[in-house]
């Protein structure tokens, strides 16, 4: 018997999901679905974003619906217009083996009449964003009297965009008799207070623990100046080539603001936010989806549509005024059994937030250093090498190698090494030689795993090797017999990574790698270039013209090729948003 029909689903939705190639019902889908099949109850169900709850309710509430009548017998409220957009597309999915059953999607930036004709054609279930929803309700356009079933997904979003009154006024149209299914991501005392107040006696699922974050997410923070928030975050980018990644701002302003200099600075990137239109958000999507975009710059609210299981970081430009918040903005890497790494960037006077964060999801963060131009350069050095390695061969070019080979006959192979690399590399390299430390120091009492009195490693093992940071700390801290708080900054990229020990332990280091083999291939590890450098006293310090630069130029999987410094104080205008001050702009602007 097929896992999902073991809870209790009918054939037609097997057959979809068959279909759609699922084979394991997730946690909150086992304990959700065969509640809501077989009982008549209100539920509260928390579980992160990522887990599978569009299914968890979807199959029940399909299975519930009458397709051979014409009234409207649930409501699925959401807060989006992508999230609307998204569930309506899985409902449908879910249900095409059921002939007459339609699901219809209410949300704004679309017209209201062509919305209502398609309810008076015949909608069984409804998903609606609670603005579009009160619209159409005063308008007499739709009539959810009737209602069976009430599903308030992501409630805890839509409390925080400030849907209370909405919710209210929809939910005194429906029946008192109804059943209405919370679903959340996490616990604050708002949803507590809608759920005691609109539902009777609920059943609670939780899966994991209140507000917890996933257990696939690694979460780091990174202290600079605040004019300095833009550099940190190219450098971060910088720093893991292959990013495929989320940024979130607080407002609107900042997010088209942040986007806007990094496609100046030529990296694949675009903004995501309520001023878009609806055609112009589905088309930014579509490229993200599609990897056309590697950082996607976009506001909470914006982001609650983005279903998108490869995201590889998320960058927290500024920390979210609710600290709830950011756990869904970690939920949108580390899904479907993947790692995700959460990074922030912060300035000083906001490290008392990382505490309360860690309180919130229950995880510590560790600190990191925003990577140096000298160690970025080692970076894409070995990120160009190894994209040479696995680049199939064009056999087209087999005519011209004689000629080829002519022009080149007097060098050496290491030579020609050299000058492929150069050509490819001079202008990053001497970009940033003379990059300055954008570290902060000092954040309130924690290690900060500074390089003062420390040696910095390269090693050649990375994410291939099958290792993340903490998988590898673990390693080296069996190898090398060292205590787990004596490495430090441990970073992995895809065939290489660096960590940190205090510069007592170098010669153990280098004499354990000396001729040390895992699963017959040499593991070499040599001190880093970097390692030396004086974290506090480091080059141009004191300097005001942000010469961080800027990319002039595509972007490209080889690595990149900046032209010169031309964009002086970039790095301070483009961080002035994220002082550490609270936001206090209207709400409308956080979209």
């Known amino acids: 018997m097929n896992k999902f029909e073991a809870l209790g689903l009918g ?38 974003t990522g887990t599978g709850k569009t ?47 339609h699901t219809v999607a209410i949300y704004g930036g679309a017209s209201i009449t062509d919305q209502a004709k398609q309810i008076k054609r015949g909608a069984q ?40 009154e909405d919710i209210k006024a929809i939910l005194s149209n429906t029946p008192d008799d109804k059943n209405t299914w919370l679903f959340s991501a996490t616990m604050p005392k708002e949803v507590s207070t809608i759920a005691k107040r609109f539902m009777s006696s609920p059943v609670e699922i939780t ?12 979460h780091e923070y990174y ?46 990137a675009a903004a995501l936010h309520g001023d878009l239109s609806q055609n112009q958000r589905d088309l930014v999507m579509k490229s993200f989806r599609n990897r056309q975009i590697q950082m996607l710059v976009a506001t909470d609210v914006a982001a609650r549509g983005i279903d998108v299981d490869d995201v590889t970081h998320v960058i927290n430009y500024q920390l979210p005024d ?69 680049s199939e061969i064009n056999h087209e070019i087999d005519s011209y190698l004689p000629s080829i080979n002519e022009v080149l006959e007097d060098f050496t192979k290491e030579e020609l090494i050299k000058k492929f690399f150069s050509v490819e590399f001079s202008r990053f390299h001497n970009y940033y030689k003379n990059a300055r430390d954008l570290n902060t120091a000092g954040d309130g009492g924690r290690d900060s795993g500074s390089s003062d009195g420390s040696t910095r490693y390269f090693i050649n093992v990375g994410e291939k090797d099958g290792f993340d940071w903490m998988t590898l700390k673990d390693f080296l801290k069996g190898v090398l017999e060292l205590g787990r708080d004596a490495l430090t900054r441990v970073d992995v990229k895809e065939s290489f990574s660096f960590f940190n020990t205090a510069s007592e332990h170098q010669e153990k280091v ?18 880093s270039k970097d390692s030396g450098r004086n974290r506090g006293r480091g080059r141009g310090r004191g300097r005001r013209d942000g010469n961080d630069g ?29 002082n550490g001050r609270r936001d206090r702009r209207k709400r409308s602007d956080r979209r």
Do not use: W
Not at 560 to 570: A, E, M, V
């Open 207 to 218: 899966v994991g623990h209140k507000n917890i974050g996933s257990k696939n997410v690694s």
């Open 125 to 164: 279930i409804i998903v609606a964003t609670p603005g579009r929803m009160q619209d159409m309700i005063n308008r007499k356009m739709v009539d959810i009297t009737n209602i069976g079933y009430c599903v308030l997904d992501e409630a805890d979003e839509m409390l925080n965009m400030g849907f209370y």
């Open 223 to 268: 202290m600079v100046n605040s004019r300095d928030r833009y550099a940190a975050l190219k450098r971060l980018a910088d720093a893991n080539p292959d990013i495929f990644s989320v940024i979130f701002c607080r407002t609107k302003r900042d997010t088209q603001k942040v986007a806007e200099n990094l496609i100046e600075d030529g990296y694949n």
């Open 11 to 48: 054939e037609a939705i097997v057959k979809a999901v068959n279909e759609m190639g699922f084979e394991t019902p997730s946690e909150v889908q086992e304990k959700a679905i065969p509640i809501l099949l077989n009982e008549e109850t209100d539920i509260v169900a928390l579980a992160q």
């Open 510 to 527: 280098l004499a354990v790698f000396e001729d040390f083999r895992m699963e017959g291939r040499k593991v070499n590890v040599e001190i």
């Open 55 to 101: 299914a968890a309710f979807g199959f029940p509430l399909i299975e519930k619906v009458d397709s051979n009548s014409r009234i409207t017998q649930g409501l699925i409220l959401s807060p989006t217009r992508e999230l609307c957009l998204q569930i309506t597309n899985e409902l449908k999915n879910y249900s095409k083996f059921i002939p007459g059953l």
């Open 322 to 390: 609710e600290i709830e918040t950011y756990t869904h903005r970690s939920g949108r890497t580390g899904r479907a059994g993947k790692s995700g790494v959460s990074m922030v960037i912060v300035s000083k006077s906001e490290v008392r937030k990382i505490k309360a964060v860690e309180r919130i999801i229950k995880k510590n963060f560790e600190k990191k250093e925003i990577p140096s131009g000298e160690e970025i350069c080692q970076v894409q050095l070995f990120h160009l090498a190894n994209d040479i390695a696995k």
């Open 550 to 578: 800027g990319y002039k130029g595509k972007r490209r999987s080889e690595g990149f090729t900046p032209k010169g410094k031309k964009r002086s104080n970039r790095e301070d205008r483009g961080g002035q948003s994220g």
